[in-house]
């Protein structure tokens, strides 16, 4: 029965020769022109000038990347860095038997390695707050209903991205069926979670974009984000069941336990998706 389980022991990229284009890096890409290009079309729809879909897109990808960076150090690796404050702003880390570049003996270059999207969650918000104020005149939901829709298909492409980079995976399905990540140095057939995350997403976004579109729940300001919000976060919460802890934690020092912190992170989102979904608010022409 050995033949359920996949083997998956991709390539790191594309090899230029000069320079290898990792997967990882081409999923964020494809996210990014995919969003704009059909960003244009609601902002065509909208009524909203174009010139503003540049802005957004630089207010959008600053603030996922510092949340994202942030949301990791700060909810899951805060006890390394805490000693290591440099490396929270550098790509680089500190190794005795490396160089950087062959000029400074200590350190070597690794890229930033550490993303959360609790931290995305946060920061886009934000900046979209600021966004809607200074260049829009419009409700702060109103640009978050629509950006939820676009953030539902990036978030398909990442978990690609981790799934090529054999990274997030799950656990043990103790069974043939499952994939094994043997670039990971796995043996064993384990929940595709990066699969099953990446595919929940494209459903979302196929759905939402059906709302947008065919419906008139995009007048309901709030709505479609409270709805991206309960779903993804419940996915979210759901499929860390499954995965491997990304923060190894002893059960007596952790208070929520047996709940990881994704999961406890996910609970207030969850909840104010529900409220933003089912309060009272106008309907907007």
């Known amino acids: 029965m050995n033949f359920l389980a996949v083997e998956w022991d ?10 290898v284009v990792r997967w990882y890096s081409l999923m964020f890409v494809a996210a990014f022109l995919l969003g704009l290009h059909l960003m244009k079309k ?7 000038p174009l010139e503003k879909l ?6 959008v990808f600053i603030s996922m990347l510092i949340g994202m960076r942030l949301g990791d150090v700060f909810f899951y690796s805060w006890s390394y860095y805490q000693n290591h404050l440099l490396e929270i702003f550098l790509p680089i880390k500190e190794s005795a038997n490396d160089s950087l570049f062959g000029l400074i003996d200590g350190w ?28 829009l005149k419009k409700p702060w ?16 492409f990442i978990r690609m991205g981790n799934f090529f980079n054999s990274e997030i995976y799950g656990k043990e399905t103790g069974s043939n069926f ?28 196929f759905a939402m974009w059906y709302l947008y579109w065919k419906t ?13 919000t309960v779903v993804l976060w419940s996915l979210r919460f759901f499929i860390e069941f499954l995965k ?35 309060r009272k608010t106008k309907i907007t022409e």
Not at 183 to 202: D, I, K, M, N, V
């Open 141 to 156: 939901l109103f640009i978050l209903d629509r950006l939820g829709i676009m953030v539902a298909l990036a978030g398909f």
């Open 42 to 48: 609601i902002y065509i729809e909208d009524k909203i």
């Open 216 to 228: 008139d729940k995009k007048k309901q300001i709030g709505f479609l984000f409270g709805l991206f």
């Open 10 to 19: 991709p390539s790191l990229g594309i090899d230029l020769g000069f320079f």
């Open 108 to 135: 070597k270059f690794t890229g930033f390695t550490g993303f959360a999207s609790h931290g995305a969650a946060i920061a886009i918000p934000i900046a979209m707050y600021f966004y809607a104020k200074k260049h």
């Open 244 to 278: 491997e802890p990304q923060v190894q934690q002893r059960g007596e020092e952790w208070i929520f336990s047996p709940l990881n912190t994704g999961q406890v992170l996910s609970i207030p989102l969850i909840l104010l998706g529900i409220w933003l979904m089912f």
């Open 178 to 205: 499952g994939v094994i990540f043997k670039s990971a140095g796995e043996t064993t057939a384990r929940h595709p979670t990066q699969l099953y995350e990446a595919f929940s997403y494209l459903i979302l976004f």
């Open 54 to 59: 540049d802005t957004i897109f630089m207010y």
